[in-house]
């Protein structure tokens, strides 16, 4: 990338701005000489140049809270670049998630409105939902309709389909969210599992002196 990005155009510098590679929240701004950026794609961390101390800074250098990089991409007229990246902690210096004072939180999937329609179903007439008279049917049924439609699944994952095999795919996720429904669990907290998860991998970490997996 160093070779196609135009650095003189602003002095020697690009801007870089940084997104949260799973919320897609814009999180900063910073300003990128070739040695930071040289050095962000060799050490998967981001590094700036500091205009006002004229050196180069690694972000979280003092916090711990460092940025690690997911994606680096270029705009159309190679003066800009993109970086995204899993952050380790709160980005702007004053404690908040991002320099422009907005929670990092993804919005809403559609998994999740999937979920609110499901549980708005509960309440609804048998004869006008399938979703109200499988839940209806108890917990029983449920989890079996689930295990039907992953063995579907499994079955056509072994087709040469990938329409058919992305339509029960599509089932299966269907069914999933409505056997938590029937659980009562909420599809969040099955995902703060897989972040806790994460984390627990993650947390040990710290500035790596060699480019570290930003996941499994």
Known sequence: MLNSLHFDKHNGLVPAIVQDATTHKVLMLGYMNAE????????HVVTFFSRSKSRLWT?????????RVAEIRSDC???????????????CHTGTDTCFDEVNIPEPSFLHILERIVLERKDASINHSYTAKLLAQGINKVAQKFGEEAIELIIEAKDYSDSLFREEAADVLYHF?????????????????????????SSSDTLPSSPPACTD
């Open 36 to 43: 930071a950026l040289e050095k962000t794609e060799q050490e």
């Open 59 to 67: 972000k979280g250098e003092t916090s711990g809270n460092i940025l």
């Open 77 to 91: 007229d190679n003066d800009t670049v993109l970086i995204k990246v899993h952050p380790t902690g709160p980005v």
């Open 177 to 201: 969210i409505v056997l938590l429904a029937a659980k009562g669990i909420s599809l969040e907290s099955v995902l703060d599992v897989l972040r806790n998860r994460h984390v627990q991998r």
